[in-house]
């Protein structure tokens, strides 16, 4: 089945820019989409079909989707975006749907 | 509003079975799939099936050999997630999360978890 790649670990100032990827075979044929997760709370959905934002998502969370690699890019990080970050779409051929492994955002 | 709101901790034994209900409010329930991903201790969120409300019909992930049974009462609004002959790894968070129109759509509404722990 299809397999989404995200690094496990990243970490950056507050202020700056949090670039989070998601790699897969041609995923930039696909709608992709992100969700934030705090410990104890449910998923949020962050971005969607690659770069739409849902009502209440701040402008600061932006996403691209371009041959192999996703991204969800967070600017202005705040310490209040610490969170686990997954991408996730639609395999069509299983019709599946699959996560990435996620990718946990440290804010120094 | 849109709600979903899920049942509560479950503490069982291997071998046992478990029912985890999800009460849905705020939208037309038959309008929208519900799917099931869960998250075990330490790893991340895993996809295991939905069930389309308005007709029944189901699709599960693969590697539970029958053990996942997704169910739906329209009358009460309420999604079931059973899951069979529970072992160890079955301890995790589950969650309900609600399909946007679309099949290739994203979750746009997610329960709060239901935490289910199996130990003997």
């Known amino acids: 089945s299809y397999v989404l790649t995200q690094p496990p670990v990243l970490s950056v100032a507050p202020g700056q820019t949090a670039r989070m990827t998601c790699g897969g075979d041609f995923i930039g044929s696909k709608s992709v989409h992100w969700y934030q997760h705090k410990a104890g709370r449910a998923p949020v959905l962050v971005v969607y079909?690659?770069?739409d934002r849902p009502s209440g998502i701040p402008e600061r969370f932006s996403g691209s989707n371009s041959g192999n690699t996703a991204t969800l890019s967070i600017s202005r990080v705040e310490a209040g975006d610490e969170a686990d970050y997954y991408c996730q779409l639609w395999d069509t051929g299983s019709d599946y749907r699959v996560f990435g492994g996620g990718t946990k955002l440290t804010v120094l | 509003q849109v709600q979903l709101v899920q049942s509560g901790t479950e503490v069982k034994k291997p071998g046992a079975s478990v029912r985890i209900s999800c009460r849905t409010s705020?939208?037309?329930?038959?309008?929208?799939?519900i799917h099931w991903v869960r998250q075990a201790p330490g790893e991340g969120l895993k996809w295991l099936g939905w069930i389309n409300i308005s007709g029944g019909d189901t699709n599960y992930v693969g590697g539970f050999q029958g053990r996942l049974t997704m169910t739906r009462d329209t009358s009460i609004n309420t999604a079931y997630l059973d899951v069979t002959s529970l072992t160890s790894d079955d301890t995790a968070t589950y969650y309900c999360a609600r399909l946007l129109i679309a099949a290739g759509g994203p979750f746009d509404h997610w329960g709060q978890g239901t935490l289910v722990s199996v130990s003997s």
């Open positions: 705020g939208y037309t329930f038959t309008d929208h799939y």
């Open positions: 079909d690659n770069s």
